[in-house]
């Protein structure tokens, strides 16, 4: 290693917020001490693992942005620590750097297949450990700034169809395998149209972003989800929900979104701006698909339009 000085007055040091969580894995505690020592001067959080078992442990408590993990341990090596993560979904997105005294390019191509982002050999050049470690983090950053993008809709900051699918086939799932209940609500705008023709499309959306405030407002559980499923229509996924339950949700948002009088004088039912909401709540099984809740929702729907709008269907 290099001398601890010269590189403390290279460092740039992590704001609290963005400093990196890492979590070094080595069966030497020398190296990882020293190493640890290092990554702290750098304003790193770190956390060592002795073996990999605690590694995995450590990984499950913890979460770090970043493992650097020996390959040679006894019991458990790196590459099976590797290997394990990246089979967890959970753990998955974890960036692992192999950090070894193996030299061997066959060592470096198995650690580099196992999904490894990086293989760096011993004795470590702290500069460059920097720098990799530092050029990784970004691209996890950009990375995940992008993942988050593409599942938010860019209107209204709410998650979007593509999110709301993927949650709604996750929690279909869950409920079937627990036989437990789950419901959904579709949203939609009354004479929106009307609205954009009246107040322009600016105003229309301005008019969205405060639709999909108030629902989400509405919300009680974490687990509730609200989606922008297209147009000027919303939907909401309640896991758990039973049917007396969705149908209070469904008035308490209908009502509050009157209350706002928000002016709409080209609505021939009101003075506001109204929407209709058509309701579903079922208990799933394996055998059918969630586009069965949605089509039932959405026929309620279409029987609270039919039948004068402004209105929950259940
Ligand atoms: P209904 O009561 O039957 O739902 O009538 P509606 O006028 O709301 O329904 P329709 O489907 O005829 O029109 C939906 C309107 O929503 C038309 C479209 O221009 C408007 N819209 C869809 N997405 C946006 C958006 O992102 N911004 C704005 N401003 N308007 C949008
Ligand atoms: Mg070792
Ligand atoms: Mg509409
Ligand atoms: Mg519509």
């Given at each position: 290693m290099s001398n601890p000085a010269s590189i403390i007055d290279s460092r740039k040091n992590y704001s609290k917020a963005e400093a990196p969580r890492v979590l070094v894995v080595d069966d030497d505690a020398t190296s990882r001490e020293a190493l640890a020592l290092l990554l702290r001067h750098h304003d790193m959080i770190v956390s060592i693992a002795?073996?990999?078992?605690?590694?995995?442990?450590?990984?499950?408590?913890?979460?770090?942005?970043?493992?650097?993990?020996?390959?040679?341990?006894?019991?458990?090596?790196?590459?099976?620590?590797?290997?394990?993560?990246?089979?967890?979904?959970?753990t998955r997105n974890i960036m692992v750097i192999f950090l070894t005294g193996m030299t061997d390019s066959r060592n470096e191509e198995r650690g580099l297949a196992l999904g490894a982002l990086d293989y760096i050999t011993k004795p470590v050049v702290v500069p460059i450990l920097k720098a990799r470690i530092k050029n990784?983090?970004?691209?996890?950053?950009?990375?995940?700034?992008?993942?988050?993008?593409?599942r938010l809709d860019g209107l209204t900051n709410i998650p979007n169809r593509r999110l709301f699918d993927s949650l709604l086939h996750q929690e279909w799932s869950?409920?079937?395998?627990?036989?437990?209940?789950?419901?959904?609500?579709?949203?939609?705008?009354?004479?929106?149209?009307r609205y954009n023709d009246t107040y322009g499309h600016?105003?229309?959306?301005?008019?969205?972003?405060?639709?999909?405030?108030?629902?989400?407002?509405?919300?009680?559980?974490?687990?509730?989800?609200?989606a922008r499923?297209?147009?000027?229509?919303?939907?909401?996924?309640?896991?758990?929900?039973?049917?007396a339950d969705?149908?209070?949700?469904?008035?308490?948002?209908?009502?509050?979104?009157?209350?706002?009088?928000?002016?709409?004088?080209?609505?021939?039912?009101?003075?506001?701006?109204?929407?209709?909401i058509g309701c579903c709540t079922m208990t799933p099984n394996a055998q059918q698909s969630p586009q069965t809740l949605i089509i039932a929702a959405d026929?309620?729907?279409?029987?609270?339009?039919?039948?004068?709008?402004?209105?929950v269907v259940i």
């Amino acid at each position: 290693m290099s001398n601890p000085a010269s590189i403390i007055d290279s460092r740039k040091n992590y704001s609290k917020a963005e400093a990196p969580r890492v979590l070094v894995v080595d069966d030497d505690a020398t190296s990882r001490e020293a190493l640890a020592l290092l990554l702290r001067h750098h304003d790193m959080i770190v956390s060592i693992a002795k073996c990999g078992k605690d590694a995995l442990k450590m990984v499950q408590e913890s979460r770090p942005d970043l493992v650097l993990l020996d390959v040679t341990m006894p019991e458990m090596d790196g590459y099976e620590v590797c290997r394990r993560l990246k089979a967890d979904p959970e753990t998955r997105n974890i960036m692992v750097i192999f950090l070894t005294g193996m030299t061997d390019s066959r060592n470096e191509e198995r650690g580099l297949a196992l999904g490894a982002l990086d293989y760096i050999t011993k004795p470590v050049v702290v500069p460059i450990l920097k720098a990799r470690i530092k050029n990784h983090l970004e691209m996890k950053r950009k990375n995940d700034l992008l993942t988050a993008l593409a599942r938010l809709d860019g209107l209204t900051n709410i998650p979007n169809r593509r999110l709301f699918d993927s949650l709604l086939h996750q929690e279909w799932s869950r409920s079937a395998r627990h036989s437990r209940p789950m419901s959904l609500m579709m949203i939609d705008v009354d004479f929106f149209k009307r609205y954009n023709d009246t107040y322009g499309h600016i105003a229309g959306d301005d008019c969205l972003r405060v639709v999909a405030r108030l629902i989400s407002q509405c919300m009680k559980r974490s687990s509730d989800v609200v989606a922008r499923y297209g147009g000027e229509e919303f939907v909401v996924l309640l896991p758990e929900a039973e049917e007396a339950d969705t149908l209070v949700l469904a008035e308490k948002i209908r009502k509050k979104l009157l209350s706002l009088k928000i002016p709409h004088s080209g609505s021939p039912i009101s003075d506001y701006l109204t929407v209709s909401i058509g309701c579903c709540t079922m208990t799933p099984n394996a055998q059918q698909s969630p586009q069965t809740l949605i089509i039932a929702a959405d026929q309620n729907l279409y029987q609270a339009k039919e039948s004068g709008r402004n209105k929950v269907v259940i």
